[in-house]
């Protein structure tokens, strides 16, 4: 039987709360503006509530969300993303990472892993909100990092930082000698041709991937469709993006989809095949089409 796993990303959750007069004399009162002008015709609920129940009817052994729940991580805007992360399933059974707009500025970059403590704990770490963190379901093993940080007004860019990085070379060492499907998390893409939205240590990580091996990457940040293939020690390695899971189709950005990801045992190695799912202009919610990565 395969393993099934869902894949979603940047909910960007609306509406978005009242803001303090205060709570806006920072990076937010950029991102105020934008939302109140701009996102909040893009991203909504309605679209985000049909893409969950497509998921749900899907039935995935387990569910990713990589990160960007909130907006300006207005303190308000924590307990509706708690909330919406439960509505998606309990926390044995989803995942999630934090992304730029969870940790948008510093008075609030500790709420998400608060919040969310439980969706990003590790099977031993117990829950410190520390990262990497490990979570073992069926074969795969996600490995959920954080580049989310809190960044100039204007930027967008992520880092994991010389401590998640050493503890990641780690981690993957020691998982490099087992048989698992390792599933890597991480908001930023790991290439980026945008300098305000890059993730600046992206070449470190690939470093790391590239030395160590995983078998699948996992990420948002740039609501689009995207595959990319990264160097491993055996071959290439997808590195997969979504676009935003509210999103209604704008500009360059597609609607909201997700990924299905079914993973079985095959000859020593893993058959792979990517479903992709989306919102049409009826809001239902259909296979876009269907990738055999390995
Ligand atoms: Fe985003
Ligand atoms: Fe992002």
Redo the contacts with the bound molecule.
Sequence with gaps: MAFTLAHL??P?LPPLPAARLRELASKRALGYLNWTRNRHKYHRREVLDALVADIHAQAPDHIAVT??LVNIALEAEFAPSRAWLESVGAAEHVTVIP???DAYVRATKHRAAEAWSDYLRGDIDGGNGAFPFLRRRGPVVLIGVSSAVPTAPLM?TGKLGAAQMQALDKLLAQLATEQAFRVLLV?HPLHSCSRVKRLTDSRQLRALINQHGVELVLH????IHSTMWLEGPHGKIPAIGVP?ASAIAHRQYPAAAFNMFSIERSDGGWRVEQTVRGIGRDMQVKEIRRVQLS
């Design positions: 990303s940047d960007h990160g960007d992304g730029n707009h967008a908001h948002g940040h740039d609501h935003s």
